[in-house]
């Protein structure tokens, strides 16, 4: 029984570490995706950003190009998704600096 109970815990140890670690690199067509997710429910949306905060350079730039046509929720989401790219990822800055430049007075 010990061995199953070690073998168990190894197994949900590499599920839970799995579902943090950043994907490598997503494809386009599944940031795309996920841009156009930002207006979903709250599940969906939630998802979505989570998918953009680990697509890297790619996610920023589908943001940015994107982001004209963002309902103002669909916007604070990808905020959201900017801010953690941001600390790695150059075209996440951009992204944001061009947002607050185009923000309504």
Known sequence: MGSTRHGLALALTALVLGAHAPTASAAPVEIA?????????????????????????TAAKHIRSAWPSLSLLAQRRAVAAL???ARAEEAAVDALVEAARSADP
């Not at 996920?34 to 709250?42: C, E, F, K, N, Y």
């Not at 599940?43 to 979505?48: E, G, I, M, Y």
């Open 33 to 57: 995706e996920a841009v156009r997710a930002l207006d979903g429910d709250h599940d969906r949306a939630l998802s979505a950003v989570y998918r953009l905060r680990n697509g890297g350079a």
């Open 83 to 85: 801010s953690s790219l």
